[in-house]
């Protein structure tokens, strides 16, 4: 079983910057592709950035994030972090980590793949 802790999150001006992390416990990181979601009230969760394990990483984004948020993983630290610069106000959501127990160097965009989702931290952004 994996636990994952979201921390991070927060109230930022448009155009400031966050980092989110992601925390696990119970077991390594280290054989899991990992993902950022979020979800906003009354919208469907959606990815926004996917890293890969194994040598020679692979990372996927969605368009709406893409030059603007940086996934990464310090494998150390057990820990996933995504980097939120240039936030609008439409970035405010829910914001959720989760782990997929897949192949080295594979990552998915289905949400229903990913088997441990963190509890969710919260991202405000003010106009």
């Known amino acids: 079983q994996v636990q994952l802790v979201e921390s991070g999150g927060g109230l930022v001006q448009a155009g400031g910057s966050l980092r989110l992390s992601c925390t696990a416990s119970?077991?390594?990181?280290?054989?899991?592709?990992m993902g950022w979601f979020r979800q906003a009230p009354g919208k469907q969760r959606e990815l926004l950035a996917a890293i890969s394990w194994g040598v020679g990483t692979y990372t996927i984004y969605a368009d709406s994030v893409k030059g603007r948020f940086t996934i990464s993983r310090d494998n150390a630290k057990n820990t996933v972090y995504l980097q939120m610069n240039s936030l609008k106000p439409e970035d405010k959501a829910v914001y959720y980590c989760?782990?997929?127990?897949?192949?080295?160097?594979?990552?998915?965009?289905?949400?229903?793949?990913?088997?441990?989702w963190g509890q969710g931290t919260q991202v405000t952004v003010s106009s």
């Open positions: 119970g077991r390594t990181l280290t054989n899991y592709a």
């Open positions: 989760a782990a997929d127990r897949t192949g080295s160097g594979y990552v998915t965009r289905v949400l229903a793949n990913y088997d441990y």
